[in-house]
């Protein structure tokens, strides 16, 4: 495949992606190679063909039906571990078991997304922007040098292959075909950004270094007076709070001899075991102290998406004898687009490019297309 151009719907210029891969038949086509699984144990393939058994082979390769391989692809679509798929399987040698990668044109790896990034029952219109999204998350992270390009679980998108597809979500994905929301990267260049998304904002999207550490353009904090406000409490045993310390944690009491788990285990006021030092532009949580340690930014938000908060936009704590009681509202990280700020968009008469603009300030909708 020849490498992609963009073509920008709202500027005079071309977006060039470096790097696109080249799988795929077709030269108009993007394809994405995504990690279904790493198998550390024998698996069975379904396919067109027949069952295919699969194991890894040692010192490196893979035993396929009694013969040994450095790698192997089976057309598809295929059947692993109760799913279908389009596309092809490759399976690649890991160091401890198999990679099983499905790698299939971006268009239909979509209609595997977006189902479960967001519910069928949206308006058309904020499914519509969560498919632009999801493309131009999967355009920025492909890499023809990393054995995948994206991974199938919350940790990348959600992807369930062919089983979960709908018709209203296949009606998104084809209305918003190839585009994708860039920045210029370069005099009559422009570049795929980091599409983030993320479940509610709580009224207020966040900044960029409450999560990264460092500034971003496009990903700032905004009123987001669509979103629900959702308040949630969640309550974090004393425990709990030691089993997710920092490495390398600081004494909270200077001189103190007990050993570190019996001195966090009973805080001696409610300012010593939690206090929130400083709140973000965005009103999240940005510096705390714990048992006399300070936290700040990326590692404060790290420390408390690790107690299991749905969010950093906190706004009461309360220690007791068991622990921690902490309430606030939203959920998800903050960054880029709200999908309960976009439903309320949506639903209050904007389009999909109106959602997109509003919480990605300064981005240009693209399209993907044949050099």
């Not at 992609?4 to 038949?25: E, F, H, T």
């Not at 001189?255 to 973000?280: D, H, I, M, Q």
């Not at 109106?354 to 399209?367: A, W």
Request: net charge positive; proline share 8%.
């Amino acid at each position: 495949m020849r490498g992609l151009i963009l073509l920008p719907l709202l500027a005079v210029g071309i977006l060039a992606l470096k790097g696109l891969p080249s799988w795929g038949q077709r030269p108009a086509e993007v394809w994405v190679r995504v990690l279904l699984k790493e198998a550390k144990e024998p698996v069975v393939v379904k396919t067109p063909e027949g069952e295919v058994s699969l194991r890894r082979s040692l010192p490196g390769g893979v035993w396929a039906e009694g013969k040994v391989v450095e790698s192997l692809v089976l057309e598809g679509p295929f059947r692993l571990d109760g799913r279908s798929y389009r596309g092809s399987l490759w399976v690649l040698p890991s160091m401890s078991g198999l990679f099983l990668i499905n790698a299939l044109p971006l268009e239909e790896y979509l209609l595997g997304v977006l189902p479960g990034e967001m519910p069928g029952g949206f308006p058309q219109e904020a499914l519509m922007a969560q498919a632009v999204l999801a493309r131009t998350y999967a355009v920025h992270r492909l890499n023809p040098q990393a054995p995948y390009d994206l991974c199938a679980t919350e940790l990348c998108q959600v992807y369930g292959g062919m089983g979960v597809e709908t018709p209203v979500h296949r009606r998104a994905v084809e209305a918003t075909s190839g585009q994708v929301v860039s920045l210029p990267a370069g005099p009559g260049v422009h570049q795929a950004i980091s599409a983030l998304y993320h479940s509610d904002s709580g009224g207020m999207t966040a900044g960029s270094e409450e999560v990264y550490g460092r500034f971003v353009p496009y990903l700032r904090p905004r009123p987001d007076p669509f979103s629900p406000k959702r308040a949630w409490e969640v309550r974090v045993s004393w425990r709990s709070l030691l089993g997710v310390w920092p490495s390398g944690p600081k004494q909270p009491r200077q001189g103190n001899t007990k050993g570190l788990s019996e001195a966090l285990s009973v805080p001696s006021s409610e300012e010593e075991a939690f206090a929130l030092l400083k709140r973000s532009e965005s009103g999240r949580a940005y510096r705390i102290r714990v048992w006399g340690r300070e936290m700040e930014g990326p590692e404060a938000t790290r420390f408390l998406r690790a107690l299991g908060l749905p969010s950093t936009l906190i706004e009461e704590v309360q220690a007791g004898p068991e622990g921690l009681t902490i309430r606030g509202r939203g959920a998800g990280h903050g960054l880029g687009l709200s999908q309960w700020g976009a439903r309320g968009m949506a639903e209050a008469g904007y389009g999909y490019r109106e959602i997109l603009g509003y919480y990605f300030p300064g981005t240009f909708l693209s399209n993907l297309a044949a050099r």
